[in-house]
């Protein structure tokens, strides 16, 4: 997260929701996509192949097929800057629909939830993922939905935790090589600390 530093983006377009898995599952059937390495949730033994789940972001896909179904569907996976830019915007928020924590505008670890860090109060009906686009209040200001908490998000960046100290200011896409890469956003097991943008 530091140095936050401000940097200049060409324009780009970004998906508004998660990759579902019926989306996914398109990519499969054409031969794009390798399946999902699991074909459960956290709490539901069927989930990639089950019926009832078309509509819920796909989960268990490995950066190189997100970014193989990016490029099947006409894109790319963003940078890292880019999701960033999505997700707060000019402002610089800390959640993509502003600084305050709202539990009823993400998918977050709630009282669904089993680890201990988990807000004992509030309820979303959900104990591992929501369907895609569930929180429409949650929107970012380009109206992105789920870039906090449900599934976290790839991005074309490797990690490196010092590369906001030498970032380019115009386009960064971060370093050319790493040891992992870059995950944003959060998902349903994580606290309000842990979902910010």
């Keep these: 997260e530091r140095p936050v530093h401000e940097v200049t983006l060409d324009a780009f377009w970004i998906d508004r929701t ?7 599952a398109a990519c499969v059937a054409d031969g794009a996509c390798h ?3 699991s ?10 192949d089950n019926p009832a789940c078309v509509d819920y972001p796909v989960i268990y896909v490995s950066w190189e097929d997100a970014a193989a179904f990016a490029e099947w569907a006409g894109g790319r996976l963003p940078t890292e800057a880019e999701w960033e830019y999505a997700a707060v915007g000019p402002e610089s928020y800390e959640y993509p629909w502003g600084d305050g924590f ?7 670890c709630d009282v669904n939830c089993p680890f201990d860090h988990r807000d004992s109060i509030w309820d979303d009906g959900y104990a591992d993922t929501a369907p895609v686009g569930g929180y429409p209040d949650g929107a970012s200001w380009v109206r992105a939905l789920d870039m906090s ?8 960046d490797w990690y490196d935790a010092t590369s906001y100290q030498t970032s380019p200011v115009e386009n960064p896409i971060g ?8 995950l944003r956003g959060g ?3 994580n606290n309000q600390r842990d979902a910010r943008a």
Excluded: C, H
């Design 18 to 24: 998660e990759v579902t898995n019926a989306q996914y």
């Design 39 to 48: 074909n459960e949730s956290y709490t539901r033994t069927s989930y990639y």
């Design 102 to 108: 709202a539990s009823e505008r993400l998918n977050f």
């Design 149 to 156: 908490g449900n599934v976290w998000e790839w991005v074309s």
């Design 187 to 189: 998902s349903w097991l």
């Design 175 to 182: 370093p050319v090589s790493g040891d992992g890469r870059v």
């Design 35 to 37: 399946p999902p390495q």
